[in-house]
């Protein structure tokens, strides 16, 4: 099955830096890619997706980028804010024809002021 | 719209104690999913419905867990003698198909005592 690996498990940056958390997979025919934020106690929220026959997706502050070759994408977030603060998820769909989806185990992103 | 529902929000029951936990998708999502989050960790996929499609249980970690839904819409997760290793937040998602971005219920969160 499929295997995502998730980097740093913690990451401290200063307001108004950015910020960028790396996910590699296994499955070469992944095809989906969320990206979750998860504030304390609160259930997952999804920010943004992206599937594999695009290499980079944009919106506002934060954006995804997938490298197929490498089985690896990363989430950007520009100018970060405390609001920012939470631990983050990656994940991707496995092949074959379901919806399943394989987490990382998390990265806890603290926007220092 | 009104999100994913799950009750109860929290759970406390006793080792060998059979529990049942609900499941209300978000309306017109075709999709329901269950994972599972230890402290700390990641999501864990359990089992997924789509439609009138046999459930894919693959992730279910043994025969003491079961899930059933009812009528396309409600969904049941029955954990039974329950362990203290099942003690975790229990999670919903839906989506607009197969395809679709999947949208998390708030948990349940389960002790086993």
């Known amino acids: 099955g499929e295997n995502v690996e998730q980097h740093p498990s913690t990451l401290s940056v200063q307001e108004g830096d950015s910020a960028v958390i790396k996910c590699t997979y296994s499955d070469s025919a992944s095809n989906y890619f969320p990206w979750y934020k998860q504030e304390l106690g609160k259930r997952p929220q999804l920010i943004i997706d992206i599937r594999s026959n695009v290499g980079e997706k944009k919106d506002q502050r934060i954006a995804v980028t997938l490298n197929k070759t490498a089985k690896h994408f990363s989430l950007h977030i520009t100018e970060t804010q405390p609001e920012d603060s939470a631990v983050y998820f990656c994940a991707a769909r496995e092949s074959g024809g379901g919806n399943k989806l394989t987490f990382g185990t998390g990265t806890q992103l603290k926007v220092e002021l | 719209g009104a999100g994913v529902s799950q009750s109860p929000s929290n759970k406390v029951t006793e080792k060998g104690k059979d529990v049942e936990l609900r499941c209300d998708p978000i309306?017109?999502?075709?999709?329901l999913y269950w994972y599972r989050q230890s402290l700390g960790q990641g999501l864990e996929f359990l089992i997924y419905?789509?439609?009138?499609?046999?459930?894919?249980k693959s992730g279910l970690p043994s025969d003491r867990f079961s899930a059933e839904r009812t009528g396309g819409s409600v969904s049941t997760l029955t954990i039974q003698r329950t362990q203290q290793e099942d003690s975790a937040v229990y999670l919903c998602?839906?989506?607009?198909?197969?395809?679709?971005?999947?949208?998390f219920g708030p948990g349940t969160r389960l002790t086993v005592l």
């Open positions: 419905f789509q439609g009138n499609s046999a459930p894919d």
């Open positions: 998602a839906s989506s607009e198909g197969l395809a679709g971005g999947q949208f």
């Open positions: 309306s017109g999502h075709t999709a």
